[in-house]
């Protein structure tokens, strides 16, 4: 099983700043089979990137993801006061799996 | 609109049994993989099972291997979690999902899980 560990585990930013938050695996991981999600409280999670770096439908520009092998990233690049919340790494096979997620937090 | 409502959470004692339903609408629901995500309280998201699009291949998480059963009914739109032999380390949200039925060898990239249900409870306590 191919386990995915997120960090930082939290990243305390003011609106405006730049979010970098890493994804590495414990074996390599075709990038497109390597997805992110966002999660905010109360709420299910919401798909934001797939195939590494293609933003899913309705995601601003301001995200960005990027990476192959076992490094992945993703990039916020000003943070807004909706994209505080928790972010989550996953990647797909017979065995799918989910990083244990980011929690961005504003400072 | 594109939508999936679970139901069947609730309180159950440890050993015991709870099926899980999810409901799809506004989607051709048998072009579409299905799975379940669950998240202990305070925890991150932990996959648990998916269903290819025709229900003739499933898969599980280990900790659920042999113990959840995942099945679906294209005729009725909806996909069901048999859960069996419930232990404490269970309990949590447990969220459907719409999943890409991703075709092994495609060179296109995996579409990912892009709709989710509101998420229905599941506690096991004595």
């Known amino acids: 099983e191919i386990v995915l560990t997120q960090s930082p585990g939290t990243l305390s930013l003011s609106p405006g700043e730049r979010a970098t938050l890493s994804c590495r695996a414990s074996q390599s991981v075709t990038s497109r089979f390597l997805t992110w999600y966002q999660q905010k409280p109360g709420q299910a999670p919401r798909l934001l990137i797939y195939?590494?770096?293609t933003r899913a439908t309705g995601i601003p520009d301001r995200f960005s993801g990027s990476g192959s092998g076992t490094d992945f990233t993703l990039s916020i690049s000003r943070l807004e006061p909706e994209d505080f919340a928790v972010y989550y790494c996953q990647q797909y096979g017979s065995s799918r799996t989910f990083g244990q997620g980011t929690k961005v937090e504003i400072k | 609109e594109v939508q999936l409502l679970e139901s069947g959470g609730g309180l159950v004692e440890p050993g015991g049994s709870l099926r899980l339903s999810c409901a799809a609408s506004?989607?051709?629901?048998?072009?579409?993989?299905m799975s379940w995500v669950r998240q202990a309280p305070g925890k991150g998201l932990e996959w648990v099972s998916s269903?290819?699009?025709?229900?003739?291949?499933?898969y599980y998480a280990d900790s659920v291997q042999g113990r959840f059963t995942l099945s679906r009914d294209n005729s009725k739109n909806t996909v069901d979690l048999q859960m069996n032999s419930l232990r404490a380390e269970d309990t949590a949200v447990y969220y459907c999902?719409?999943?890409?039925?991703?075709?092994?060898?495609?060179?296109?990239?995996?579409?990912?899980?892009?709709?989710w249900g509101q998420g229905t409870t599941v506690t096991v306590s004595s």
């Open positions: 999902a719409r999943e890409d039925n991703y075709v092994w060898g495609s060179s296109r990239p995996y579409y990912g899980m892009d709709v």
């Open positions: 506004g989607f051709t629901f048998s072009s579409f993989a």
């Open positions: 195939g590494a770096s």
């Open positions: 269903i290819n699009y025709s229900g003739g291949t499933t």
